[in-house]
């Protein structure tokens, strides 16, 4: 698959799984809606501060983050890390209308937070093959990008 092919799965995907070790050195994986990228690199989740992946992952960020379209049979695991953010500027990136419902204090409230996965690496497979993708063919493609959601992107080609 290309980098664009690739690009275009993850922007068609909606939603990711998450896979991390969580502090009792359990294997777990939480199926997370992701729509906000910055080219194959990097990743943008709005969740709970209070949920158990946030707690791992800021104990231990190392994780996996999966994208997948099987109607296709098209897959993509990257490697890397989370980082949680609680600045406003990412929290108002991913707000949108009806959120309160999660959040009651909105975009300020203190169990919203977003996590950041920045890839390291990653493998891809679909029907015609699988290949990898290194740190270094990831920052080439992702030079010059900006968050964007992907989900818009994918929807303004159909």
């Given at each position: 698959m290309t980098k664009d092919e690739l690009m275009n799965l993850v922007n068609r995907s909606?939603?990711?799984?998450?896979?991390?070790?969580?502090e009792a050195g359990r294997q777990n994986v939480r199926r997370v809606f992701c729509t906000w990228h910055k080219g194959l690199g990097r990743h943008l989740v709005s969740t709970n501060t209070s949920s158990a992946h946030v707690q791992s992952l800021q104990k231990n960020g190392n994780a996996c983050?999966?994208?997948s379209d099987?109607?296709?049979f098209e897959?993509?695991?990257?490697?890397?890390?989370?980082?949680?953010?609680f600045e406003k500027e990412y929290r108002e990136l991913l707000w949108n209308e009806g959120d309160e419902k999660y959040y009651p204090n909105g975009v300020e409230d203190e169990d919203y937070c977003i996590l950041e996965f920045i890839a390291e690496g990653g493998r891809f497979?679909?029907?015609?093959?699988?290949?990898?993708?290194?740190?270094?063919?990831?920052?080439?493609?992702?030079?010059?990008?900006?968050?964007?959601?992907?989900?818009n992107a994918a929807n303004a080609n159909v």
């Open positions: 909606l939603f990711a799984t998450i896979g991390y070790t969580d983050l999966y994208f099987d109607s296709e897959g993509l695991c990257l490697y890397g890390s989370f980082v949680a953010h497979y679909r029907y015609d093959g699988k290949g990898d993708l290194s740190a270094s063919e990831i920052e080439t493609y992702d030079n010059g990008r900006k968050f964007e959601n992907g989900y």
